[in-house]
């Protein structure tokens, strides 16, 4: 029987590395194969060439091929780009989510395949399975229902594959994976989803004796120095950010600003205005050049309102039973952070849009929901699918 051919994303980084030496392990025919995003990053910086050397020797002590990929172009396009005019849309992006969207499941998987590879596979903390054995227990009957519903509706000569949150919930990435479709899934493995960093990963590491075993976790945003994202765009744009006001919920101005892009909703630190008792930022308007600052209370939604929508679960599986829920939508848990613990909501189509747009409600008010922040839905430890969010509903 042929091994099936695997191509590994190594960003020279000890989960990558430890992801090549299991794979090995299990048999498959590996191909490493290093993303090089931009070139002028600080060393250590996720799809810099600083550790194509360090993936290079990875791979050659694991007795397999790599390669450097050179995708500066496309990442300029899809990721950088975006993030710079999202930013100055007054919206919050988030680049690592686009980056996995276009790059790594999307750009690098077409690579795969030209290269005749079967899988393609990444160092992320998440798990990819049959929807039939996920588990069901310690979740709300609804969601578990849901979830029954959705492979009981599922026709196709394959099972639901299901995205679940990793075993180590401090690792947790499945926020940042609800690109993977039903199509990709089938096409990725996750060989550390069921590992814990600490305890597994490293250990393994320093049992094989790899080089970057103690190596820090990269930190940031990959392609701004120092994470410092206004003056990265200041340069980039080649003039300064312009200058604005700082207003109340009423309008009237309480200072001023040196680029709205600097603040983000709900930031309490750092306003440069005095006040008598903490505020926050409740808006940016880009338009207006404006940053409003409230109080902690203007921060609450009941829910918000998404689009770019992707479905990780079988679309037309949750396109039917969306329809069929009607207003009062689906059970679900929604996240609007990566950090954020999954809140219980109800996710429904948004009035008058069509498939292009859906609303969710939470049970409980929830705090600081910015445009442009992605939201992913859950039952139970499973990813359904994610957007990004347009405005929030007071």
């Not at 496309?74 to 849309?89: I, L, M």
């Not at 596979?121 to 709300?140: E, K, R, S, W």
């Not at 009981?152 to 690109?179: F, I, M, T, W």
Request: glycine residues 10%; charged residues 20%; proline residues 5%.
């Amino acid at each position: 029987m042929t091994r099936k051919r695997v191509l590994v994303a190594m960003s020279g980084g000890v989960d990558s590395s430890v992801t090549a030496f299991l794979l090995k392990g299990q048999g498959y025919e590996c191909l490493g194969a290093t993303m090089l995003l931009h070139g002028d990053a600080a060393p250590g910086a996720c799809g810099s060439g600083s550790d194509a050397d360090d993936a290079a020797a990875i791979a050659h002590r694991l007795g397999f091929a790599h390669e450097v990929i050179d995708m500066r172009t496309a990442f300029e396009q899809h990721v950088v780009e975006k993030f710079v005019r999202t930013y100055e849309a007054g919206r919050t992006p988030n680049p690592c989510i686009d980056c996995n969207r276009h790059m790594k499941f999307g750009a690098l998987l077409a690579h795969a395949r030209e290269r005749g590879c079967d899988y393609i596979a990444t160092g992320h903390y998440a798990q990819i399975g049959a929807l039939d054995h996920a588990p069901h227990a310690n979740i709300p009957p609804t969601e578990a229902d849901l979830l029954t519903a959705i492979a009981n509706r599922h026709d196709g000569p394959e099972a639901v594959r299901a995205l679940s949150c990793a075993l180590d919930p401090s690792k947790d990435q499945s926020y940042v994976l609800y690109s993977l479709t039903q199509e990709r899934l089938a096409r990725v493995l996750l060989p550390l989803g069921g590992l814990f960093k600490e305890r597994d990963v490293r250990r393994i590491a320093h049992e094989q004796g790899f080089e970057n075993a103690g190596k820090r976790d990269s930190q940031g945003i990959c392609f701004v120095p120092n994470n410092d994202f206004a003056t990265y765009i200041e340069q980039r744009n080649g003039t300064p950010l312009p200058e604005g006001d700082i207003v109340n919920t009423d309008g009237e101005v309480l200072g001023r600003h040196h680029g709205a892009i600097r603040y983000t909703v709900g930031q309490r630190k750092g306003l440069g205005v005095a006040c008598a008792h903490p505020v926050y930022v409740t808006g940016v308007d880009a338009a207006a050049n404006t940053v409003t600052l409230g109080e902690v209370e203007d921060l609450m939604a009941h829910g918000l309102i998404a689009d770019d929508w992707i479905w990780s679960a079988p679309a037309y599986v949750m396109n039917d039973l969306l329809d069929e829920a009607g207003e009062t939508g689906l059970s679900v848990r929604a996240k609007i952070r990566y950090r954020h613990p999954a809140q219980p909501a109800r996710l429904r189509r948004a009035a008058s849009s069509g498939d292009a747009a859906f609303e969710l409600v939470f049970d409980e008010p929830e705090r600081g929901i910015a445009p442009g922040q992605a939201v992913v839905v859950y039952a139970g430890d499973v990813v359904l699918g994610g957007g990004t969010a347009v405005r929030a509903i007071k």
